[in-house]
């Protein structure tokens, strides 16, 4: 039973990090308000984004992933912090939730604002068999793997190469297991493009992880997974990671408004089509920070921030949820992988006219020691010049160069403008003209029509439409490794021997697109009238086409 | 004489940075014009940010500096690159230059557009005795102190706690020598703030670098520097690294007009007040992104980027040079120190009404290995919530946290808004809420009123006015360390216990300032109507007074 209330209560209904953002933020706002907050398992406010590095043993101890406690939350910031309680029913009438308690026994308590921070759930695909399959959530999943492996598995499949089934293919791997990830997209990591996504699969190979895209799981016997070509995979120990869906059913049940995947919908202070109600985090639908629709972006970033603000505007502060980037990042086997906003599949998916430019450069100066090539992608729209995502691979010096797009697109700077941003510059740390310099730099030569390239993708289309294709690089690149058909004019070379080309369009190619542009430029100049420079150069295309 | 030319002829006085990235892009805008670069000394095109990497032997191969030869860029781009040609006049009427040859002999050469890429050269005080002082400004300079080392001296002194001089103490101390700085300012850095900076100076002093501020330099024997208190410093080598001035010699002489520093002006497509004449690099006067106003900012990105763009003006393509930030850069013995915008010394100089935030978060997050604190400050004009500025001194993450400060300001993003960029979080890269989220959320809770700081340099007028120091940290930490006069209430006991502080204004502290915001919210709304917390803690008010 609702009781009357001295001061107004609030019950946060999940208590990780959504749900415990808030509820500490609203302390700090509101000393004399009572917050409850209802988390069904034993653990609140732990990390989730650390739980795979436990299992590979990096985070070798199990209480690092405990960042908090009922009682220190109870301590610190007077929180009624309950574990084991799992709400079953919110009646909006009577502003009242119910909780079942591990004994079975059911409690009702009254609230004057309720915030659903009930997160998104593993989805389990229904496969015969597939019972004895574990899923990684929360502190008890991990639990049940780690004791899963110390039973001695020799193999190991993750199905679903997400950020999740990738960092476990890492992790299990570390454990000795003998580790094979199965996809049902023909790449691993689906937000990359695919040739971005190729570096991170021969990583994982590379370290002796099978990959087996295009590949759909169908049943599960007890030591192997079965896929629909009829062949199977060892599998001792088995993970679904094939993506999370909201928790959004106690929500639903209470006649809430709900949207993308069956996310609840809220506005921008993070409000219910209930008034009283309030979502935030993996349950609550985003907007789309490039495209402004409705999005569906389980990330923690954004459920810490949206927990927080969702206490502000229960105390009447005046705050705006920000639409979301999806930036996200995934370390694997040394290599990382990182990305913002949209994808150009994505983007033209979407119907957008798309601008795109690979680069390779390195993480720093070449000629200070240490240096280590990435692969960095921008895709802009070609009609506004507008970024609409990044992407970038590589073993340093990827993060930040992935945050300093998004931090660009927050801004509201065109891709053009990056070739102007003044980022930190010695020789240890980047290039006097950084790889997101570089980016702004071809973004504005393509702009401004000064040059024009043909992405690996389109390359095949236009040979067959007649065009020259030129390798520019010194003739030992080009014996080492060169496409079908080009031949070989060095750039320093190009002045004297551009007659050899002969009349028609021209794709000209380097091993990374710097000298194809120096080519591209100077074959215009020299009256060739149709001339393309293949973006990223043979580094791109060979990892797109292997 | 100048001959009648069938093509427009540039000449490009200066072939490093910002000269030969005019001249490249020149060639590929143009691809019939003449193009002659006149280089006074020996190379072009090398790369001076790594030229003390070279004095310490982190960069062992003396080739690696030299990353293009007048052959190189005559074939790829057909320019006409002449070293060892010193320019020694301009004569604007008749628009040509006149060159000295090492041979004494001079050459003059008609122009059709001039740019003036002289640089900057160091300045060398005028101390008896220091004509043996070295300085590092170009590859026969790092040459002369590479053979001075092999000598076998025992001791060096360097005079200038600058970028320059403090990678200098790093690479001397490398190679072995006893190594002595010797600053005018009180502080090492002086772009720093002084806590800021305390922590380089420690750093360098740790690995056995003396460091001897607020010291001049008074005279100079044949193996000491002896400074204004009449002491003396060992000083078998002798670098000069006071800083440098804008090489603008010539141009006064043609009666080009010159502002801040002696730097030529310039225009926004870098036209001095010749319409024929260009100049770029550090000779060129910049504007302020801050302040708006002329700068001097010898900086290899901003050199690099407006001699690209002062390429495109002179072919006659719409291109405005940006302002500058100044965002700068240095590794110090495995510290990362780094600074962008306005200091808030300059800010505070500038009439600014300033506001402060200092934290300390780690690299990434706690509960993954690995993770390195560091210093993070945020400059900020209190009136408008502007960023001014930002400084970052630590092991890890520092280059991404300045970079993305300066792209927010480009962006024209403020304060609070950094709350809300979304940056890529997994624990190995950075916390949920990043470093500079939380700048962010410090900002709008100043901003908004929820929470007031005061500075560590305000705490002593504050206390003197009366107010009660609590030091909000555990017993054990107060023991450890505690400013005079606090007296300690854990946060975790402050609800119970604050009635002990009894009437009046209270200064809160903790270790960095967090839980100190925890206390100062829970003050003001147990009734406590004036209450600061100490921003960046016992921490940074250690750093700054010890």
Request: hydrophobic share 45%.
């Given at each position: 039973m609702?009781?009357?209330q001295?001061?107004?209560?609030t019950?946060?209904?999940?208590?990780?990090?959504?749900?415990?953002s808030?509820?500490t933020?609203?302390?700090?706002l509101?000393?004399?308000?009572?917050i409850?907050?209802?988390e069904?398992?034993e653990?609140v406010?732990?990390a989730n984004?650390?739980?795979?590095?436990h299992?590979g043993?990096?985070i070798?101890?199990?209480?690092?992933l405990?960042l908090?406690t009922?009682?220190?939350?109870g301590?610190?910031?007077?929180?009624?912090?309950r574990?084991?309680?799992?709400v079953?029913a919110?009646d909006?009438?009577?502003r009242?939730?119910?909780?079942?308690l591990?004994s079975g026994?059911?409690v009702?308590?009254?609230y004057d604002s309720?915030?659903?921070?009930t997160?998104?759930?593993p989805i389990?695909?229904?496969?015969?068999?597939a019972?004895?399959?574990?899923?990684?959530r929360?502190v008890a999943d991990?639990?049940?793997?780690?004791?899963a492996?110390?039973a001695g598995?020799?193999t190991?499949?993750?199905?679903?190469?997400?950020?999740?089934?990738?960092?476990l293919a890492?992790?299990?791997?570390?454990?000795g297991?003998d580790?094979?990830?199965?996809e049902?997209?023909?790449?691993?990591?689906?937000?990359?493009?695919v040739?971005?996504a190729a570096?991170v699969r021969a990583?994982?190979?590379?370290?002796?992880?099978?990959v087996?895209?295009?590949?759909?799981?169908t049943?599960?016997?007890?030591?192997?997974l079965v896929?629909?070509d009829?062949?199977?995979?060892?599998a001792d120990?088995?993970v679904?990671?094939?993506?999370v869906s909201?928790?959004?059913?106690?929500?639903?049940?209470?006649?809430l408004?709900?949207?993308?995947?069956?996310a609840?919908?809220?506005?921008e202070?993070?409000?219910?089509?209930?008034p009283?109600?309030?979502?935030v985090?993996?349950?609550a639908v985003?907007?789309?920070?490039i495209?402004?629709?409705?999005?569906?972006?389980?990330?923690?970033?954004?459920a810490n921030?949206?927990?927080?603000?969702?206490?502000?505007?229960i105390?009447?502060?005046?705050?705006r949820s920000?639409?979301v980037l999806?930036t996200?990042?995934?370390?694997v086997?040394?290599?990382?992988a990182?990305?913002?906003?949209?994808s150009?599949?994505?983007a033209?998916?979407?119907?957008?006219?798309v601008?795109?430019?690979?680069?390779?450069?390195?993480?720093?100066?070449?000629?200070y020691?240490?240096a280590?090539?990435?692969?960095?992608?921008?895709?802009v729209?070609a009609?506004?010049?507008?970024?609409?995502?990044?992407?970038g691979?590589?073993?340093?010096?990827?993060?930040k160069?992935i945050?300093?797009v998004?931090?660009?697109?927050r801004?509201?700077?065109?891709?053009?403008d990056?070739?102007d941003l003044e980022?930190?510059?010695?020789?240890?740390?980047?290039?006097?003209?950084?790889?997101?310099?570089?980016l702004?730099m071809?973004a504005?030569?393509l702009?401004?029509g000064?040059t024009?390239?043909?992405?690996?993708h389109e390359l095949?289309a236009a040979l067959?439409?007649g065009?020259t294709?030129v390798d520019?690089?010194?003739p030992?690149e080009?014996e080492?490794?060169s496409i079908?058909?080009?031949?070989?004019?060095?750039l320093?070379e190009?002045?004297?021997?551009?007659?050899e080309?002969g009349?028609g369009?021209?794709?000209?190619h380097?091993a990374v697109?710097q000298?194809?542009h120096s080519?591209?430029r100077?074959l215009a100049q020299?009256?060739?009238d149709d001339?393309r420079?293949?973006?990223?150069?043979v580094?791109?295309?060979s990892?797109a086409?292997?």
């Amino acid at each position: 039973m609702s009781t009357p209330q001295a001061a107004p209560r609030t019950i946060v209904i999940g208590g990780v990090a959504a749900g415990m953002s808030a509820a500490t933020r609203l302390r700090r706002l509101d000393e004399d308000r009572e917050i409850v907050v209802l988390e069904r398992g034993e653990h609140v406010s732990f990390a989730n984004c650390g739980l795979p590095y436990h299992v590979g043993g990096v985070i070798e101890d199990r209480e690092a992933l405990l960042l908090q406690t009922p009682a220190s939350l109870g301590a610190r910031f007077r929180l009624d912090v309950r574990t084991g309680h799992d709400v079953v029913a919110i009646d909006r009438d009577a502003r009242t939730v119910t909780a079942r308690l591990r004994s079975g026994e059911e409690v009702e308590l009254g609230y004057d604002s309720l915030v659903i921070a009930t997160g998104a759930s593993p989805i389990r695909p229904a496969l015969p068999g597939a019972e004895r399959a574990h899923v990684l959530r929360d502190v008890a999943d991990v639990d049940r793997i780690v004791a899963a492996v110390a039973a001695g598995p020799r193999t190991a499949a993750i199905v679903g190469a997400g950020f999740i089934g990738v960092e476990l293919a890492e992790n299990l791997a570390l454990r000795g297991l003998d580790v094979t990830v199965v996809e049902l997209a023909d790449q691993v990591l689906p937000p990359l493009d695919v040739e971005m996504a190729a570096l991170v699969r021969a990583r994982l190979e590379e370290n002796g992880v099978t990959v087996r895209t295009g590949a759909a799981a169908t049943s599960v016997t007890e030591t192997t997974l079965v896929l629909d070509d009829g062949s199977s995979v060892p599998a001792d120990l088995l993970v679904m990671a094939v993506g999370v869906s909201p928790e959004s059913r106690l929500a639903r049940a209470a006649g809430l408004e709900t949207g993308e995947r069956g996310a609840v919908v809220v506005d921008e202070q993070q409000r219910t089509s209930d008034p009283a109600i309030f979502a935030v985090g993996d349950v609550a639908v985003k907007r789309d920070a490039i495209g402004g629709g409705d999005a569906f972006v389980p990330l923690a970033q954004t459920a810490n921030r949206h927990g927080r603000l969702v206490a502000d505007a229960i105390t009447g502060r005046p705050v705006r949820s920000q639409p979301v980037l999806g930036t996200a990042i995934v370390g694997v086997f040394g290599l990382t992988a990182a990305s913002t906003g949209w994808s150009e599949r994505r983007a033209r998916a979407a119907g957008r006219d798309v601008r795109v430019i690979h680069t390779h450069p390195s993480d720093h100066a070449g000629y200070y020691p240490g240096a280590r090539p990435m692969a960095l992608k921008l895709v802009v729209d070609a009609a506004t010049d507008e970024i609409l995502g990044a992407q970038g691979v590589g073993e340093a010096g990827v993060d930040k160069r992935i945050d300093i797009v998004a931090t660009a697109i927050r801004g509201g700077l065109h891709a053009s403008d990056l070739a102007d941003l003044e980022l930190a510059y010695a020789p240890q740390f980047g290039s006097a003209k950084d790889p997101v310099n570089m980016l702004g730099m071809i973004a504005e030569n393509l702009a401004s029509g000064l040059t024009r390239s043909v992405q690996w993708h389109e390359l095949d289309a236009a040979l067959a439409a007649g065009a020259t294709l030129v390798d520019v690089r010194t003739p030992a690149e080009h014996e080492r490794e060169s496409i079908p058909g080009a031949v070989n004019i060095p750039l320093d070379e190009l002045r004297e021997r551009h007659g050899e080309i002969g009349e028609g369009p021209v794709v000209v190619h380097c091993a990374v697109g710097q000298r194809g542009h120096s080519a591209a430029r100077l074959l215009a100049q020299l009256g060739h009238d149709d001339v393309r420079n293949l973006d990223g150069g043979v580094r791109t295309w060979s990892t797109a086409t292997r």
